[in-house]
């Protein structure tokens, strides 16, 4: 009820789900899920976990199976201590479900090439990282999300991991970013 209860007083309008640490047989988790779609947001199924192109992309055909959506955030993890994006398999990831049809919310490093690369692949939406996934350290490197934000100036972009305050939220906006994700700040 506490996780039905801040979802409601936040007005969130998405709830990402890692799909390859949910057992979808186990009938709690089912019923995890069934409270989930209840609500009144749409779900990101999401790629987390996974350390190569392959492996997303199986995850990520996986979700739209069981999820019936085209949405993905995909996640491609190069290090189990930062889980720090790798961009040579995020890229090789998003260019093969782009192709398939996958609406792509790409998360990325904070840096301005491969976020313009992903953009160019056709990915709907761009989520460099702040600072390391869970660490609350806020944007550590304010300038290349502005890059990013001016190389990329139509695309809708998201500062995804390493909020750790309400003012990290606040300068992410006003350094033109159109939302945020974050968890461990909550």
């Not at 609500?39 to 979700?63: D, F, I, M, S, W």
């Not at 996640?75 to 782009?98: N, R, W, Y």
């Not at 972009?157 to 006003?174: K, P, R, W």
Request: proline fraction near 5%; charge should be negative; hydrophobic fraction near 50%.
């Amino acid at each position: 009820q506490v996780l039905l209860d801040a979802i409601a007083a936040s007005g969130t309008e998405l709830i990402t789900v890692a799909i390859r640490r949910m057992n979808l047989e186990d009938e709690q988790e089912e019923g995890f899920l069934s409270t989930i779609r209840s609500l009144p947001v749409a779900l990101l199924p999401n790629t987390a976990g996974c350390y190569t192109a392959k492996e997303a992309v199986l995850v990520a055909e996986l979700a739209r199976e069981a999820l019936e959506t085209d949405l993905i955030k995909l996640e491609v993890i190069g290090d189990d201590e930062t889980l720090m994006p790798d961009a040579e398999q995020l890229v090789k990831a998003a260019s093969e479900l782009v192709m398939s049809g996958f609406t792509v919310m790409a998360y990325a490093n904070d840096d301005p090439i491969t976020c313009r690369k992903l953009a160019d692949i056709g990915c709907a939406a761009v989520m460099p990282l702040a600072s390391p996934i869970g660490s609350g350290m806020g944007i550590v490197n304010p300038y290349n999300l502005q890059l990013i934000r001016e190389l990329l100036p139509d695309l809708p972009l998201l500062v995804d991991a390493g909020i750790g305050t309400a003012s990290d939220a606040s300068l992410a906006m006003e350094l033109g970013y159109d939302g945020i994700l974050l968890n461990t700040a909550v």
